[in-house]
């Protein structure tokens, strides 16, 4: 409601500073969460289009289904730990003296490198039963949108290497705080696309 | 972490400040220089698409005058001035060039939120301009399928640059993507976050209104192309079938099966329609504020101005089909999209109406810049206006790759914002240089460009009403094309060759107005907006020197009863508004600071 208040105002009208210190409009949000979800969002809009494509592309008569391994089942669980590590370290980040936030940030990373390993075993299984790339489109779009999401990961990875390297070097957690709170709210975001890229997989 | 205003970050902001020439000049943070390098690039690259428009024309106008214009070419030229002039020239020159420039000087902001990822953009566009220009000098050359790619065409023996051009364009784009995303994550959060004090949403110029919403069209539609061109590279390179159908060529059948092209043209113009508004709307709204200036006269209906912005831009992501009309789809479908596509136009009218009743009873100064403003209401009608044709299915049909078609994007989506990068640039020349240009060689720019423009595309809606199709290398003879339609063809190819050499005008103003030109005055148009407000001309780093600035009324306020001069500049307080008895502007004996 408020957005189209402020779209109705007349500012020729108005005279004077509007809003106090603050901009009125700008989110009580520091710059690097809004852009974080802006970010999302386009992630989002990247996740969808594959997922369209891959139910139109069904359609067509030369479609053979493919059945997951059932290894990814134990990959949904590692992504699902790594959330909940990130998640725990984030609640000790709000804490003034945090212990174990440094296992806790650095075993959310571990568990992720885990489960792109795990996924690249499913790649290998998928070759060795005769899944080619090529072979089937069903194939394709796994290896595509399994690579394109795991390419996210090792993105996030980058970020949450910088971090680890600051925390080793002795920065405080309110210095990371920041950086851990979006880690996580990224790590969420990814756990939350590979369930609905998982569910829209097996769904052939 | 709670926010922290801006206007208390005030003496903590950490400015990166350069310690050497290159830090300075080459890998600079300051968003005033990527916006000068993002320029500077995207001018070189349409300069090479001008080029190969050229040369195509030669090859339409007197066919095999020039030797190397074999039909292989043709196609590379046609398709590589396409995809130039609209992703890499117009798209960064809006985008990088005047969204970097414009919106931390209008927000009042000392540079863009991650001044680190602003120059990560610029340089990655030019690793996407390099490999795309690295495609002429592979083997095969550059890809000739089209500046829509449509599959399976790009991928077939008959294509030039099937094999390496392709991948290189592909590769090219996602590149390009990549850096529009930086680019944009950083225009789009600076004007949420990064506006100063006193200076809300509904104060902001047009200007930053327009770049504002063209990022967020640019964040969001440039993934559908991404997604396409990921898909392409899978087919092209490793084989698979997502685009590609059973295709027998010369008898044999290639290793694709079962893609559906069609699945291609949706991604694609699900991002291409709305790429028609991420270059419109930056124009609307820097055309929009220099019509306001230089009519001394606020802006008609700024609320209507902002709604119609928002409103094509969401409408934008609804009308993609309409490209798509002969593919086949089905009826009602159609019908769906050619309605969507006729609504778009009611904002868009609402805007053409809002610039002309600026226009109306205004104080209007008719310096260059204003020309090339009032030739865009021009070129943008008849475009306009042709696409009322082009969106109606039964009209479509008969029309659909003709040069009718051709004529109307490039009134639309080519004349149009080129008309106003030139009134911006002349404008904002001042900003950017500190020195004034040449205004009788603007002037003289401007004519030989807006009747030449004229010249090109009025023929040719004439040529697409014969039905002469798009595309063709040569037209051959027909039952239903006279041949006078060559002599036409030929007048257009001079026509276009004038146009171009108009262009030198334009560089040797700017090369010789930087060396000679009169040093410019501050604020020379008495220009209310907040850029021009800035203590140094041009703005040093760092943009505002000791302290930011604080906003008091909207952009617009130009000849405002009462007050001292016929402009209020958005940083003044009311209080130093005159009273009664003070000296106040009269339009009939005062000067005008815009008079020049």
Known sequence: ?204 | MAYVPLADQDKEMEMHHPHSWVEQYVFSQDHKVIAIQYGSIAVFTGLVGLTLSLLFRMQLGFPESVDFVDPNFYYQAVTQHGMIMVVYFLTALFLGGFGNYMIPLMCGARDMVFPFMNMLSVWTFLISVIILMASFFVGGGPTGAGWTLYPPQTAMAGTPGHDMGIILMLVSLAVFIIATTMGGLNYAVTVLQYRCRGLTMMRLPLTVWGIFVATILALFAFPALLVAAIMMLFDTLLGTSFFMPAVIESGAPLDHNGGSPLLFQHLFWFFGHPEVYIVALPAFGLVSDVLSTHARKNIFGYRMMVWAIVAIGGLSFIVWAHHMYVSGMHPYFGFFFATTTLIIAVPTAMKVYNWVLTLWEGDIRLNAPMYFAIGFIFTFIHGGLTGLFLGNVVIDLPLSDTYFVIAHFHMVMGVSPILVLFAAIYHWFPLMSGKMFHEGMAKLHFWLTFLGAYAIYLPMHYLGFLGVPRRYYVLGETDFIPMSAQDLNAAITIAAIFVAAAQILFFVNIIWSLKNGKKAEKNPWGSASLEWQAPDLPPKHGNWGEDLPTVYRWAYDYSVPGAHEDFIPQNTPESVEPTAQEDHFDPDKDQSKADI
């Open chain 1, 1 to 204: 409601m408020s957005v189209f208040k402020h779209l109705a105002v007349k500012p020729w009208e108005r005279k004077g500073v509007i809003g106090g210190l603050k901009p009125e409009g700008a989110f009580d949000s520091p710059a690097e969460r809004v852009a974080l979800n802006f970010f999302l969002v386009i992630a989002s809009v990247v996740f969808s289009l594959f997922t369209v494509s891959y139910f139109i592309r069904m359609e067509l008569p030369d479609w053979q289904p493919l059945s997951e391994p059932a290894q990814l089942w134990f990959n949904t669980a590692l992504l699902i730990l790594s959330s909940v590590f990130f998640q725990w370290a984030h609640n000790l980040s709000n804490s003034e003296q945090p212990r174990n936030l440094m296992t806790a940030f650095v075993g959310g990373g571990v568990f992720a490198i885990l489960f792109i390993a795990g996924q690249l075993m499913t790649w290998e299984s998928l070759q060795a039963g005769g899944y080619y790339l090529t072979s089937n489109p069903a194939n394709a779009f796994y290896y595509l949108m399994t690579g394109v999401h795991a390419a996210h990961l090792l993105g996030g990875l980058w970020v949450w290497s910088k971090c680890s390297i600051r925390m080793l070097s002795g920065a405080e957690a309110k210095d990371v705080r920041l950086s851990i709170e979006l880690c996580t709210l990224y790590w969420h975001f990814l756990l939350v696309v590979w369930l609905v890229l998982f569910a829209v997989l097996a769904n052939t």
